[in-house]
């Protein structure tokens, strides 16, 4: 077994070191940009348990019972309770990571298809999600621990789940007996197994098909809304939002999917040196994959906001976190769509009623209003591209006070409501 020699331990301890920096580092660019959005949150939620977890599996077999019947290659200063705790630290974190994943992907499908605010999302998803998520997770170690089920196992350096201690206890004889030390073949310890084999894997698979089926349901809602901006507002910069948003939910689901299939094969495929390998290496590897990934929404959130070269953004993305702005400049687009498309709305129901009703004093409309471009031209200078935007952002919130509760007002009175929104038309629409 490749778990017993020291390129297996070197293994894990390599990739559990740099899951744990890469999750720390995340943590540490949250905490000093000081942004405090549903995904940053999340992402700091999800960083804090894989550092955890990689620090667990980090340590391989220094925490297994120093008279281990194993013969690993890296020493062991342990007892079955630290062996106990190494193995249900692991599975208890693992757990709210991969629910994180989840719920990230709820995020993003909330905001996008149906607008949900992040202050809606932060006071009803989020508590849902802890309250949720913690007792689903606390089940499995709690059961297994009861059942004394966490012991060193030969296919990983670390202590996991294994009711049978050691494993040749299972092909013991009458002439040949292996005692198990830790359990034997009962009722108990074969409602365990089952739980561990197929329980466990059934439901990481049906967590997997809900990543799956939310990244679906993200990219199309998406394309929907860029096809009508392009249609009605000529946005097509915002294409590239679109292919940004899909690239990052499809990037979330390849790292959760690359730390778990391996395990999840390796429950019914035992005795295979290469699968072995890539379980030891990618398992413990979540938190490296997971940095690359918010790091590369940084680097385009300041690459399409300053122009600015790759290696620039990457730098200020670690550097000076602060400085960039990564709140999803693709749902304040979807934003700006949904104003404009509103008071455009609002102008047209404006307009019947003035034709066929009532003269509104010589008020006339020459053309519809529309908000401000973002297409930036190329000779803006920096300073000019940061105006631009904050005047974008000025004409958002303007706009936000032309609803569907002025419509609503205006057909209830009419003649009050046109009096008291001329006001809008006197706005840099």
């Known amino acids: 077994m490749i778990a017993f020699t020291g390129a297996g331990t070197a ?185 561990y084999e197929y329980f466990n894997t059934g439901f990481a698979s049906l967590q997997f098909l809900v990543l799956c089926v939310t990244m679906f349901l993200i990219v199309q809602s998406a394309r929907k809304h860029i096809e009508v901006a392009e249609a009605e507002l000529s946005r097509p910069q915002l294409h590239s939002d679109t292919t940004n948003l899909a690239w990052q939910a499809f ?70 976190p602060w400085e960039v702005d990564d709140n999803h400049e693709f749902v304040d687009n979807l934003e700006i769509i949904q104003h404009d498309k509103t008071f455009r709305r609002f102008i047209s129901a404006l307009q019947e009623y003035n034709n066929e009703n009532m003269d509104v004093g010589g008020l006339e409309f020459t053309s519809l209003p529309s908000l401000p471009s973002k297409e930036i031209s190329a000779e803006e200078s920096e300073n000019g591209l940061k105006s631009k935007d904050l005047s974008v952002q000025h004409s958002i919130r303007e706009t936000e006070s032309v609803d569907e509760n002025i419509l609503k007002n205006f057909f209830q009175d009419p003649g009050n409501s046109v009096e008291n929104q001329r006001s809008v038309f006197s706005s840099p629409y």
């Open 11 to 195: 293994l894990t301890s390599v990739s559990g070191s740099l899951s744990f920096i890469s999750s720390c580092l995340i943590m540490i660019i949250i905490l000093r940009s000081k942004q405090n959005t549903p995904y940053h949150r999340i992402m700091f939620f999800m960083s804090f348990w894989d550092s955890i977890a990689s620090v667990a599996m980090a340590l391989t077999t220094i925490p297994m019972p120093k008279d281990v019947e194993y013969d690993f290659a890296s020493p062991s200063y342990g007892t079955t309770r630290t062996c106990q705790a190494q193995a249900s630290i692991i599975l208890f974190s693992l757990g709210l990571v991969l629910l994180s994943n989840i719920m990230l992907n709820v995020y993003y499908l909330c905001t996008i298809r149906y607008n949900v605010s992040n202050a809606k999302f932060r006071l009803r998803a989020e508590p849902i999600f802890l309250l949720t998520a913690i007792p689903l997770t606390l089940f499995q170690p709690i059961y297994y621990a009861f059942n004394g089920i966490f012991n060193p196992t030969p296919y990983f350096t670390f202590c996991m789940i294994d009711p049978f201690y050691p494993q040749e206890c299972l092909l013991s004889t009458e002439e040949q007996d292996e005692e198990c030390i830790v359990a034997e073949l009962d009722d108990s310890t074969s409602t365990a197994w089952f739980v």
């Open 251 to 320: 990037m979330y689901i390849c790292a959760c999917i690359l730390t778990w299939i391996f395990p999840c094969l390796h429950v019914f495929v035992q005795d295979n040196r290469i699968l072995n390998a890539l379980t030891l290496f990618f398992f413990p590897m979540q938190g490296f994959f997971h940095l690359f990934i918010f790091l590369y929404h940084k680097v385009y959130a300041h690459k399409k906001l300053n122009q600015s070269t790759s290696t620039t953004a990457l730098k200020i993305s670690v550097l000076k």
